[in-house]
């Protein structure tokens, strides 16, 4: 089965002719090429696979491509762009948030999403925002101090 | 602080922050096959026909008749085939890859593919094994290996004993869960075949190849690729894929893609050792512990893999961070139809250092002595010999860091003010450990060798060549840190990519918290003999490992000095728990490190805080248990690691002011060390809460249940 699926991907209007069942991951790393989007388990447990779905943030794993016809889709590799972005990686950078970086595009899409409905997140607003991505190399404090400054040093972008 | 300490950024932080660093599976070549492995559904059976149905064009079967050498992978003991060939000891075990252009048209060949078994009786616990007379999975008896060491003389101190205790522990099998699955990429081309992947050591890999290929080194070259996380698992079991992508490169002349989905990754790679850790301590009257006698036992899976050097560790670190003067020791390493058993950072020490905390702790309670002083009494100190009775010689700061854990957690007032509570229980429990740095006994000497290279360019810039690889521990930002400090040069001008055999000497595995230590110092090293000829345009320097003077190993008796150095921890736990659900609610972690002087501060944090969270799912929320050979636990779903919610606030001191002499600027291991300590804490917190004797990890709340309502047990 084909369908014909209009969408925006990263500012971008697209139209593809695809099987609709196909998951959006699929999609995205083998059509697109954009591999910012890991798969780490296919299940929508380990949220690697992130992606913004009209500011949402889903597990592209879980999601039929056929899901977002007329949405607007926003990927690492189109958020990287951004002013918001460049404020999240500065915080990153600072406080060491980093290791395998396996799990960090979707860690920073998980931050977009929270901080643009709460741009001014306590630390438990941060964890519950994180808690569908998994980290195993950090033990996520560093994560959750980096949001943290990002929602000081962004005042405003949010 | 140090100036070496100052964090920066790290050098692989850009592309991992923007998604632009290429993971294995995130690479896509012209003509690029994929490749899935079928797997036995049996823990041991006699493999009867493979019925395979006639394949579409382009796709193709790899099987064990594929291997030009030897079906052996090549680690401890020469036990372990690449693919089965006769039997399969082990659900999950490999048997043939299909490989092609299409995934979902491999599925369907695979559907279809049908496999006659003959069953044989499998073996699936330590319990079985032991009970086993005759159809042994390894060679004549229900194990791989087994170890004794002891020291003093045990016999004599048990007649002068007052007092006996015993205690038995029980620790569960643990997932490394890397977030990125196991993957490679295999390219033949030009007769050489080049494995890229996501791949703890390089040339482990490279031993595999040449084993399972039988041609010469030059033809053969392995790439680590950026890595989505080891934690041991990608040690020895990399090897595998690396070989079974190999031969399906060399096969179809294309390269060949295998990436494992993280079901597979479960059910068939390698976990932390299952144990069973038994201890007799005889004290004298005013409670000194005169000898100690100490029965290892792990689940070592269906084949041999690392689990004897695993135990090593083990059966090193089981009596603790305590002086003994008197000691038998004894570990066995029992083979089950199991998923192999291996390495995981830590690697024999939490099984060890969960139960003799335990232990020690329970000692006290028996004897009506008070816990803290008990252990402090005790204490390793500098000049005390070791459990194998090799001279400490070096200052250890246990009283320090008992003094600094105290101060930070409030443990000893806490320990006997809990607040009382009808709908909550408090707990606070500590624990005090070591991690030995570098390979067991003299293995740096005898079995490592490493070399480490340094090249200067006209243009002044330097470059490390190492065979250590980045895994998210941050190699290629240290290293160069020790290298730009020693030369005193900008550390941009300081060059270091991910290991590739091709240019890379082999410096050793990136495991045994040896990085820093035995690599970075090599290199610091290098920098001495760099600065030497430094107005020479262009050269290369290179050192080889020495084994410090004053080091002895014997390796037949383990008399000696077991590690070149140790690193020390204390870490405290606090909890809640409700006692209608037993659900345990860590409210705070406590750690006090002494790991020499710290490269990168940042770094170090973030290698302790990973460790605490992974050693706190290993005492509670990681549960993986089997049943009839097979994971229960085989998704994300269900086998579970810790979320940003599950994380308690972490305070933590680094001992700033013992630098160890022969590390670079003073540095010690420190990788694993941070997940050896925390499982003892939490369940003497536990312990703490319930008043009730923990005898095991995970502490489900099913567990806790059944002690809260259980008699006392004395």
Redesign the interface.
């Known amino acids: 089965m084909q369908m014909t699926i209009e969408f925006e991907l990263n500012g971008q209007p697209q139209v593809i002719t695809t099987n609709p069942l196909r998951r959006l991951v699929d999609v995205l790393?083998?059509d697109f090429?954009l591999?910012?989007?890991?798969?780490?388990?296919?299940?929508g447990?380990?949220g690697?696979c992130g992606v913004l779905l009209d500011k949402q943030l889903v597990n592209s794993c879980l999601l039929p491509v056929g899901a977002i016809e007329g949405k607007k889709l926003i990927?690492?590799?189109g958020f990287?762009n951004t002013k918001r972005f460049d404020i999240i990686?500065q915080s990153?950078?600072q406080?060491?948030s980093?290791?395998?970086?396996?799990?960090?595009?979707a860690m920073?899409m998980a931050a977009e999403a929270l901080l643009s409905v709460n741009p001014n997140p306590s630390e438990s607003d941060?964890?519950?925002g994180?808690?569908?991505?998994?980290?195993?190399?950090?033990?996520?404090?560093?994560?959750?101090e980096a949001i943290l400054t990002a929602s000081r040093e962004g005042e405003g972008l949010w | 602080m140090d100036r070496i300490s100052t964090p920066i950024k790290r050098f692989d932080f850009d592309d991992k922050i923007s998604g632009q660093a290429r993971y294995c599976a995130d690479i896509i070549l012209p003509g690029m096959l994929y490749a899935r492995t079928v797997r036995a559904d049996r823990p041991r059976a006699r493999i009867g026909a493979i019925g395979i149905p006639s394949l579409p064009s382009g796709y193709y079967i790899i099987d064990h008749r594929d291997i030009p050498g030897k079906n052996t992978v090549p680690i401890v003991y020469d036990d372990q085939p690449f693919f089965a060939r006769d039997t399969v000891n082990y659900i999950g075990e490999p048997l043939l890859l299909v490989v092609g252009p299409d995934k979902e048209v491999i599925l369907q060949i695979i559907d279809s593919i049908r496999i006659d078994y003959l069953d044989l009786d499998p073996i699936l616990s330590i319990e079985a094994a032991d009970k086993r007379q005759d159809d042994f999975i390894f060679g004549d008896q229900p194990w791989f290996v087994e170890y004794h060491y002891s020291k003093g003389d045990l016999e004599q101190a048990i007649q002068n004993a007052c007092h006996v205790v015993e205690d038995e522990y029980e620790t569960g099998y643990q997932e490394q869960l890397y977030l990125e699955p196991q993957s490679v990429l295999a390219v033949f081309a030009d007769e050489q075949i080049t494995v890229y992947g996501s791949i703890q050591c390089p040339y482990y890999v490279e031993e595999a190849l040449l084993q399972a290929l039988g041609w010469p080194q030059d033809r053969i070259r392995v790439v680590q690729l950026p890595t989505g996380g080891g934690f041991g698992g990608k040690e020895e079991f990399p090897s595998i894929l690396a070989v079974h992508a190999a031969l399906a490169s060399i096969k179809t002349g294309q390269p060949v893609q295998l990436v494992y989905d993280r079901q597979e990754d479960i059910i068939c790679s390698t976990k932390r050792h299952p144990a069973v850790i038994k201890y007799k301590s005889y004290l004298d009257q005013e409670g000194h512990i005169l000898g100690r006698r100490i029965e290892c036992k792990t689940d070592a899976g269906a084949y041999a893999g690392l689990s004897s050097v695993v135990l090593q560790r083990l059966i090193l670190s089981a009596s603790g961070v305590y002086n003994i003067d008197n000691l038998e020791v004894n570990g066995r390493a029992y083979a089950t139809n199991k998923m192999v058993s291996g390495a995981f950072r830590g690697f024999g020490g939490p099984q060890a250092f969960f139960a003799i905390e335990m232990h020690m702790e329970n000692i006290a309670r028996r004897l009506n002595l008070d816990p803290w002083q008990f252990r402090q009494k005790h204490f390793l100190h500098q000049d005390d010999t070791s459990s194998t009775g090799g001279i400490l010689k070096n200052d250890i700061r246990l009283d320090q860091m008992a003094g600094e854990i105290d101060a930070m957690s409030g443990y000893r007032l806490k320990r006997h003010n809990q607040p009382q509570s009808p709908d909550k229980l408090f707990g606070i429990g500590c624990s005090f450990f070591f991690h030995g740095c570098g390979f067991t006994g003299s293995g740096e000497r005898d079995l490592i060798k490493s070399r480490v290279r340094l090249r200067k360019y006209r243009d002044n810039k330097v470059q490390i060549f190492v065979s250590s690889t980045e895994l998210g521990q941050g190699v290629l930002t240290t290293l160069r840190k020790i290298v730009a400090e020693s030369l005193h040069i900008p550390i941009d001008q300081v060059v270091h990519y991910y290991p590739d055999t091709a240019s890379s000497p082999d410096s050793g595995p990136t495991v045994a918290s040896r990085t820093i230590m035995i690599v970075g110092r090599l290199l610091q090293d290098c920098c001495e003999d760099m600065k030497v000829r430094w107005e020479e345009p262009e050269f290369e320097v290179f050192r080889d490992y020495k084994y410090p003077v004053g080091l002895s190993w014997d390796k037949e008796k383990f008399v000696g000095h077991a590690y070149p150095e140790y690193s020390w921890g204390a870490n405290v736990v606090e909890v809640e728990i409700d006692p209608l659900t037993c659900v345990v609610d860590v409210k705070g972690i406590y750690a006090v490190y002494d790991i020499g002087t710290p490269i990168d501060i940042k770094i170090v944090q973030g290698q302790i805080e990973g460790g605490l969270v992974q050693g706190l799912g290993y005492g509670c929320i990681e549960i993986l248990n089997t049943a009839g050979g097979k994971v229960v636990q085989n998704n994300l779903t269900n086998y579970i690691i810790p979320t940003a919610m599950d994380c308690p606030p972490i305070k933590c001191k680094i001992i700033d002011d013992n630098p160890y002499p022969d590390g670079p600027f003073g540095a010690r291991g420190l990788g694993e060390l941070p997940v050896v300590g925390v499982a003892p804490a939490l369940a003497l917190a536990v312990q703490n809460a319930i008043g009730k004797k923990i005898n095991k990890i995970p502490l489900t709340p099913e567990y806790i249940m059944e002690l809260m309502h259980s008699a006392d047990d004395d």
């Open positions: 790393r083998d090429q591999t910012g989007t890991k798969e780490g388990c296919g299940e447990e380990c690697a990927t690492i590799e990287r990686q990153f950078a406080a060491g980093v290791q395998c970086g396996f799990c960090t595009p920073i941060i964890r519950a994180l808690s569908g991505n998994l980290c195993r190399c950090t033990g996520y404090g560093m994560i959750v």
